[in-house]
């Protein structure tokens, strides 16, 4: 991927990154360390409970959601990090086997009022399933860097 800087990204930009494929022992793994709920570390418990099966942690899909998105380098060279994420949904339990994909949307892109080095991009980022069912959605605000000779012109 070419180097991009904030003037470079279109409102309406869709990005669609490659698939990981969630295994039952990553789902375990994860979910010891970082979200020991029954359900995510026992197979046998999860069988028994409302969702038939073990499901990986909503904090997990974030993770891999954020690692794909990050993979596909469009941001490589301008991000600045993001302030926060928006609101955070989990339609349906992410289950081992199945392969998500980030499709990502520039949803605003605006000058930033008091930095005139930065511009500010908010995403809408859905993760699907190998059915093209969304397993999570959430919007992101994302602070990229500007074109340097866009920021002397902004200084002027």
């Not at 974030?62 to 339609?91: A, D, H, I, N």
């Not at 069912?133 to 340097?148: A, D, G, I, N, Y």
Request: charged share 25%.
């Amino acid at each position: 991927m070419t180097d991009r800087y904030y003037e470079d990204f279109n409102k309406g930009e869709r990005f669609i990154s490659g698939g990981m494929t969630m295994t039952e022992a990553g789902i375990i793994e994860f979910a010891r360390q970082w979200d020991p709920q029954p359900f995510h570390v026992d197979a046998e418990f999860a069988n028994q409970w409302q969702y038939g099966g073990l499901i990986a942690s909503g904090l997990h899909t974030m993770c891999v959601t954020l690692k794909l998105w990050l993979e596909l380098g469009v941001l490589r060279s301008c991000s600045l990090g993001s302030p926060g994420l928006g609101e955070t949904q989990f339609p349906r339990p992410v289950r081992p086997g199945d392969t998500l994909r980030v499709v990502t949307d520039i949803v605003e892109l605006r000058a930033s009022a008091s930095k005139p080095d930065r511009g500010i991009c908010r995403l809408r980022q859905v993760t699907i399933n190998q059915r093209g069912e969304h397993v999570m959605e959430q919007e992101t605000t994302v602070f990229l860097k500007r074109r340097p000779v866009a920021v002397a012109a902004a200084r002027s």
